[in-house]
Every structure is written in C-alpha cells, then in structure tokens.
C-alpha cells in the first residue's frame, strides 16, 4: 500500500506522525492517511481508481450504476474535507498512489517547513 510506504520512509527520515486520527471539524469528520498534529499538516494518499485520477483513474465497465455515483461522491468527499481542513488552518497534502515515493516525501517535508515557517 503506497500510504505504507510514505509512512515507513517518512519515520525512516526521523519524522513522527499520527495514523488513523479522526480530526473532528466543524462540518465533518476527517481521517487523513498521515497527521502531522503540533503542525497542522493532513496528508492523504489516493489511489487512483478510488478518488478518480485524471491520469490513471478509469470507468468501470460493470455494476456503473453502483461504481459511477461512487466515485463521483469519493471525489466530491475529498474536495469537501480539503475545504474545511483549510478553513480550519490546517495544510492539506494529497498524494496520488502513482507518485513516486521520493517526491512523496518531498511534498510532505516542504509542507512541514512551510508548517514550521507560518508557526514563528
């Protein structure tokens, strides 16, 4: 799972984090993938075919009237917990499963510096 990875190589470099926090926001409760608490900082891995990737993402060919509406709600799920993260001063990172592991990594830690440079 590519979220395991992020998380492995992530602790390798020394970073700690929280898995499997539910964030209650005003609107909604959020699980991202990876939390960053004293930082603010929410990190989601998608895969393609479950949040619809431009790029790698596909219709189903069978069951789409159960497939079609479900992911058009993951997707509009994933813009509507953005949203509120963000009003709730929080930086989201979102991740495509395809994403190589080292700008991955990249991505969170410059969201972590950011993080660090709006925090003093």
């Not at 470099?13 to 005003?26: I, M």
Request: proline share 5%; with cysteine.
């Amino acid at each position: 799972m590519p979220e395991l990875r992020l998380r492995s190589e992530l602790h390798r470099a020394g970073y700690r984090y929280r898995v499997d926090l539910r964030l209650d926001l005003v609107g909604a409760r959020v699980r991202p993938d990876i939390v960053f608490t004293r930082r603010r900082v929410a990190v989601f891995v998608d895969g393609c075919f479950w949040h619809s990737c431009p790029e790698h993402g596909r219709e189903p060919r069978a069951n789409t009237d159960y497939w079609g509406p479900k992911l058009a709600r993951n997707r509009e799920r994933d813009r509507s917990n953005t949203l509120l993260l963000q009003e709730a001063g929080w930086t989201v990172v979102r991740l495509w499963e395809h994403v190589p592991i080292d700008e991955a990594v990249l991505a969170v830690r410059e969201a972590l510096k950011d993080a660090d440079k709006r925090a003093k």
